[in-house]
T-cell receptor
Framework: AQKVTQAQTEISVVEKEDVTLDCVYETRDTTYYLFWYKQPPSGELVFLIRRNSFDEQNEISGRYSWNFQKSTSSFNFTITASQVVDSAVYFCALKEEFQGAQKLVFGQGTRLTINP | GAVVSQHPSWVICKSGTSVKIECRSLDFQATTMFWYRQFPKQSLMLMATSNEGSKATYEQGVEKDKFLINHASLTLSTLTVTSAHPEDSSFYIC?????????????FGDGTRLSIL
């Protein structure tokens, strides 16, 4: 069965520090998609990135960057020069396809607190 | 981008009440909608997947008679929590995906906080 592990339950850093959120996944599918979502205190899920299993290029979007390593089944997320507004719970997710259902499997989430 | 509206945002009601939550896709036709539940400080757990015009597929351990899902149109799915009890208090989130968008991200609603007294 597919599984997503975010080993870091909570991270707390001071503003302007860089921080990396880890995500390790398990899947037997050869084609799969990985996602990161941000959930601020208000509760809504904000889509950050989607990556398919055939594209191992790292991606950078402003202060956000993602490192996809298929060899270690990891899809880590780095925020550089963190800001207080980055405080949220971040979820890594894997889209599995089981009997055509294409379900999203979420990790447990990492609660990130950026202190001023 | 695609917008999914969820209503209501907050519900507080007495034990034994049935509560209906609506999930609407505002600018696309959602052939598939998903309902998730999130307990405090926990992850999102998929409850059921609904395809327009057909019965929902429930995840293991989710009572279909308690959580009634209707997806009668391409823009609306509803989740009814029947005879709700305090243990049903949770954050419920829907997401939607359009036709031909199987490889696109699901678009999430803003969630509904349900508190059963």
């Amino acid at each position: 069965a597919q599984k997503v592990t975010q080993a870091q339950t909570e991270i707390s850093v001071v503003e302007k520090e860089d921080v990396t959120l880890d995500c390790v996944y398990e899947t037997r599918d050869t084609t799969y998609y990985l996602f990161w979502y941000k959930q601020p205190p208000s509760g809504e899920l904000v889509f950050l990135i989607r990556r398919n299993s055939f594209d191992e290029q790292n991606e950078i979007s402003g202060r956000y960057s993602w490192n996809f390593q298929k060899s270690t089944s990891s899809f880590n997320f780095t925020i550089t020069a963190s800001q207080v507004v980055d405080s949220a719970v971040y979820f890594c997710a894997l889209k599995e396809e089981f009997q055509g259902a294409q379900k999203l499997v979420f990790g447990q989430g990492t609660r990130l607190t950026i202190n001023p | 981008g695609a917008v999914v509206s969820q209503h209501p945002s907050w519900v507080i009601c007495k034990s034994g009440t049935s509560v209906k939550i609506e999930c609407r896709s505002l600018d696309f036709q959602a052939t598939t909608m998903f309902w998730y539940r999130q307990f405090p400080k926990q992850s999102l757990m998929l409850m059921a997947t609904s395809n327009e015009g057909s019965k929902a597929t429930y995840e293991q351990g989710v009572e279909k008679d308690k959580f009634l899902i209707n997806h009668a149109s391409l823009t609306l799915s509803t989740l009814t929590v029947t005879s709700a009890h305090p243990e049903d208090s949770s954050f419920y989130i829907c997401s939607a995906r359009g036709w031909g968008h199987s490889n696109q991200p699901q678009h999430f609603g803003d969630g509904t906080r349900l508190s059963i007294l």
